[in-house]
C-alpha cells in the first residue's frame, strides 16, 4: 500500500483500469438513480483521511467533469488519538492535490461527552453531524457526502437487528436522508474495491487503530460476528443490499399510504408543539402495520429521533387501542407520553 502522505497527480476517468473505470461508473449511477443527484450540485464531503473517505473523494474528483459536480471537504480533528493531527494533514493534502478547498476543524469529543453523560461514539457521532450540517450552511452545500460503504450497511443492519429496531428500519441506513441533507454513494461498493483502486492510483490512506477496539459494540460486530456470517455466506453484502432495497421500497409504499391518509384526516398538533394527537377518524379502520408506522412518524416527528421505542411498547399501545380502553398512559422515548382517550391517542412532552 502507498504511503498515506505521497500523493501523485489527481487520477482521470480514462487513466483508470476496466475494473477501477466500472466502479466509478458504477457509483455514478448510484447518485443518479438511487440518490437522484442533480449535476452541479454542491457537495461537503466529510474526510477522515481513511480508505474510505479517501476513496469517496477520489471517485467524486473523477466523476465532477461529467457531473459538473461542486466539491468541498471537510476534516474533524475529534481530540481522541494522538495520530489525529496527522489523520488530518492527510485528507487535507489529498484535497490539495484533488483541488477540493478543505476546512479543517477540532473539537473536544470527550468533553463533551463527560459534559452530556454520553458514550464517545455516541458523542463523537453528535458532535461531527453538528459540525458538518454547520459546514454545509456556511458554504451553502446541497448535500453532506459520507464514505459508508457495503461492509458498513451489514454493520448497521446487524446493530439495528441488535437494537430490536423493526422493519423496514430494519433495512439499514438510508443512502439518501433529506431530512438531514446526506447522501451516500459508496453504500453499494464494497471496501476491498475502494482500496483496490487507491491502491491503483497510487493514493493511500490513514488507518483508525480506535476502530480494533472491542469496547464498542459496533467494534465487536464487525469484528466478531460479521466474519462468522460471511463464513456461512460469502455474498453476504450482495444479500444485505437486496434487504437494503427491499426495505426501500416497503418504505416508499408505507410513507405513500400514510401520506394519505393524513391528507384525509390530519393528525391534530398544537402550536407550541407540546402535543400532537392522532384523531379517531385517522386510526379507525387502519391495520395494524399502517398503526405502528404512524406511531413512528409521530415520534420521528414529536420526539425529534431522540431514543428509540421499544417495540413491544408500541404493540401493548396498539393492543390498547384496539381494546377500546381510555386514561392509558404510556412512556415513550424523547420525553414522550401517549395518553389514549376516545378512541384518539395524545402524544404530549412530558414535563421536567
Known amino acids: 500500500?502507498?504511503?498515506?502522505?505521497?500523493?501523485?497527480?489527481?487520477?482521470?476517468?480514462?487513466?483508470?483500469?476496466?475494473?477501477?473505470?466500472?466502479?466509478?461508473?458504477?457509483?455514478?449511477?448510484?447518485?443518479?438513480?438511487?440518490?437522484r443527484l442533480k449535476p452541479y450540485s454542491r457537495l461537503l464531503l466529510a474526510?477522515?483521511?481513511?480508505?474510505?473517505?479517501?476513496?469517496?473523494?477520489?471517485?467524486?474528483?473523477?466523476?465532477?467533469?461529467?457531473l459538473g459536480?461542486?466539491?468541498?471537504?471537510?476534516?474533524?480533528?475529534?481530540?481522541?488519538?494522538?495520530?489525529?493531527?496527522?489523520?488530518?494533514a492527510h485528507a487535507l493534502n489529498?484535497?490539495?492535490?484533488?483541488?477540493?478547498?478543505?476546512?479543517?476543524?477540532?473539537?473536544d469529543v470527550a468533553a463533551m461527552a463527560q459534559r452530556e453523560g454520553l458514550g464517545l461514539e455516541d458523542a463523537g457521532r453528535r458532535l461531527r453531524y453538528a459540525l458538518l450540517e454547520e459546514e454545509r450552511q456556511e458554504h451553502k452545500a446541497d448535500h453532506i457526502v459520507l464514505g459508508h460503504h457495503a461492509a458498513d450497511l451489514s454493520e448497521d443492519v446487524l446493530l439495528r437487528l441488535v437494537r430490536g429496531t423493526g422493519w423496514p428500519a430494519l433495512g439499514g441506513m438510508p443512502a439518501r436522508d433529506d431530512k438531514r441533507h446526506i447522501l451516500r454513494p459508496l453504500l453499494a461498493v464494497e471496501p476491498q474495491a475502494l482500496k483496490a483502486l487507491l491502491t491503483e492510483c497510487g493514493i493511500g490512506w490513514r488507518t483508525d487503530a480506535s476502530n480494533e477496539d472491542k469496547k464498542f459494540r459496533r467494534n465487536r460486530l464487525r469484528l466478531d460476528a460479521l466474519p462468522l456470517l460471511r463464513a456461512e455466506n460469502p455474498s453476504l453484502e450482495k444479500s444485505v443490499?437486496?434487504?437494503?432495497?427491499?426495505?426501500?421500497?416497503?418504505?416508499?409504499?408505507?410513507?405513500?399510504?400514510?401520506?394519505?391518509?393524513?391528507?384525509?384526516?390530519?393528525?391534530?398538533?398544537?402550536?407550541?408543539g407540546a402535543s400532537l394527537t392522532l384523531p379517531a377518524p385517522l386510526l379507525r379502520g387502519l391495520h395494524p402495520a399502517a398503526r405502528l408506522r404512524l406511531y413512528m412518524r409521530?415520534?420521528?416527528?414529536?420526539?425529534?429521533?431522540?431514543?428509540?421505542?421499544?417495540?413491544?411498547?408500541?404493540?401493548?399501545?396498539?393492543?390498547a387501542l384496539e381494546q377500546g380502553r381510555g386514561n392509558t398512559r404510556f412512556q415513550l422515548p424523547g420525553g414522550t407520553e401517549a395518553l389514549l382517550a376516545g378512541g384518539s391517542i395524545r402524544f404530549c412532552l412530558r414535563k421536567n
Open 1 to 35: 500500500m502507498p504511503r498515506p502522505d505521497s500523493l501523485p497527480p489527481p487520477p482521470r476517468l480514462q487513466d483508470l483500469s476496466p475494473q477501477a473505470a466500472r466502479l466509478c461508473l458504477n457509483v455514478r449511477r448510484f447518485c443518479l438513480r438511487q440518490l
Open 47 to 66: 474526510l477522515s483521511g481513511g480508505a474510505d473517505s479517501t476513496a469517496l473523494a477520489v471517485i467524486l474528483h473523477v466523476l465532477t467533469p461529467g
Open 69 to 88: 459536480l461542486n466539491l468541498r471537504g471537510m476534516s474533524l480533528n475529534h481530540g481522541l488519538r494522538p495520530e489525529a493531527a496527522q489523520d488530518q
Open 94 to 107: 489529498l484535497c490539495r492535490v484533488l483541488g477540493i478547498p478543505c476546512s479543517a476543524r477540532a473539537a
Open 241 to 272: 443490499h437486496t434487504l437494503w432495497q427491499l426495505a426501500r421500497i416497503d418504505q416508499d409504499y408505507w410513507d405513500s399510504l400514510l401520506d394519505s391518509r393524513l391528507a384525509e384526516h390530519p393528525w391534530q398538533a398544537d402550536p407550541d
Open 298 to 319: 409521530v415520534l420521528r416527528r414529536h420526539a425529534s429521533g431522540k431514543g428509540q421505542a421499544r417495540a413491544q411498547t408500541l404493540l401493548a399501545l396498539d393492543q
